[in-house]
């Protein structure tokens, strides 16, 4: 059974930083896409990133591209997101999953596994 543990959320100002990381444990990742989702109050889970099993390919929202980058470490078999320049529409808990395939994708459904999520409050 695989386990997900998002760390790194918190409060921070607009224009401040953030990284994330999703540490995995059970069995090695490294073979699977990865990907973060969010979800802000009173709306429905969105995509935010995705990487697939060997780091060389990443896909983005419209909405964080050029601000968010994924990464990730295989040898750790833990996950990465690093946001900058947050903004207030930012705001959400943050979720990291695992697909069972090592292309990526951005869609919730080919995902099987997913942590408890990190809160990210960013204040205007």
Request: net charge neutral.
């Amino acid at each position: 059974q695989v386990q997900l543990v998002e760390s790194g959320g918190g409060l921070v100002q607009a224009g401040g930083s953030l990284r994330l990381s999703c540490a995995a444990s059970g069995r090695t990742l490294s073979g699977n896409a990865m990907g973060w989702f969010r979800q802000a109050p009173g709306k429905e889970r969105e995509f935010v990133a995705t990487i697939n099993w060997s780091g060389g390919s990443t896909y983005y929202v419209d909405s964080v591209k050029g601000r968010f980058a994924i990464s990730r470490d295989n040898a750790k078999n833990t996950v990465y997101l690093q946001m900058n320049n947050l903004k207030a529409e930012d705001t959400a808990v943050y979720y990291c999953a695992a697909s069972p395939y090592n292309s990526y994708s951005d869609s919730s459904a080919l995902y099987d596994y997913w942590g408890q999520g990190t809160q990210v409050t960013v204040s205007s």
